[in-house]
């Protein structure tokens, strides 16, 4: 049987395709795991930015818990002036996060249509749940 195959192979070229098939399958598979390792790579320095910010807010509302009381004297103005800006340095940071993003708009692919026929998936098109 094993002689059978060999036989087909080399008549067929079987082998020469199995091999190129599996080239091709292996590098298809690298490169789905090169961008699954990208994705994640993405995914941490999102939630790292994030903790960063939230650590930074949280030591703002800090601060401003312990100048809750009372007038403010020109150092504790220094201090509150330090922080708007720290806020709006912060604020600048969370808006560039997303500044020039877009997501790409996938548009449908339009399904041909047969001449005399209604559209397919209109209303008239009873095959696609039409009334």
Same mark, same amino acid.
């Given at each position: 049987?094993?002689? !059978?195959?060999?036989?087909?192979?080399?008549? @067929?070229?079987?082998?020469? %395709?199995?091999?190129?098939?599996?080239?091709?399958?292996?590098?298809?598979? &690298?490169?789905? *795991? *090169?961008?699954?390792?990208? /994705?994640?790579? =993405?995914?941490?320095?999102?939630?790292?930015?994030?903790?960063?910010?939230?650590?930074?807010?949280?030591? @703002?509302? +800090?601060? /401003?818990? #312990?100048?809750?009381?009372? *007038?403010? #004297?020109?150092?504790?103005?220094? =201090? %509150? &002036?330090?922080?708007?800006?720290?806020?709006?340095?912060?604020?600048?940071?969370?808006?560039?996060? *997303?500044?020039?993003? +877009?997501?790409? !708009? !996938?548009?449908?692919?339009? !399904?041909?249509? %047969?001449?005399?026929?209604?559209?397919?998936?209109? %209303?008239? #098109?009873?095959?696609?749940?039409? /009334?």
């Amino acid at each position: 049987m094993i002689g !059978v195959w060999k036989w087909l192979q080399d008549r @067929l070229g079987i082998a020469e %395709v199995s091999h190129r098939q599996e080239c091709m399958m292996g590098k298809f598979a &690298d490169e789905m *795991d *090169d961008l699954r390792r990208r /994705i994640a790579g =993405l995914g941490e320095a999102q939630a790292t930015s994030a903790a960063n910010l939230q650590s930074a807010i949280t030591g @703002l509302e +800090e601060k /401003i818990a #312990d100048l809750q009381n009372g *007038d403010l #004297d020109a150092e504790q103005q220094a =201090l %509150v &002036d330090g922080m708007k800006a720290d806020v709006d340095a912060l604020r600048d940071a969370a808006n560039a996060a *997303d500044d020039g993003y +877009e997501p790409p !708009v !996938v548009e449908p692919a339009p !399904v041909p249509g %047969v001449e005399g026929e209604p559209a397919p998936g209109s %209303v008239e #098109d009873r095959q696609r749940g039409g /009334i």
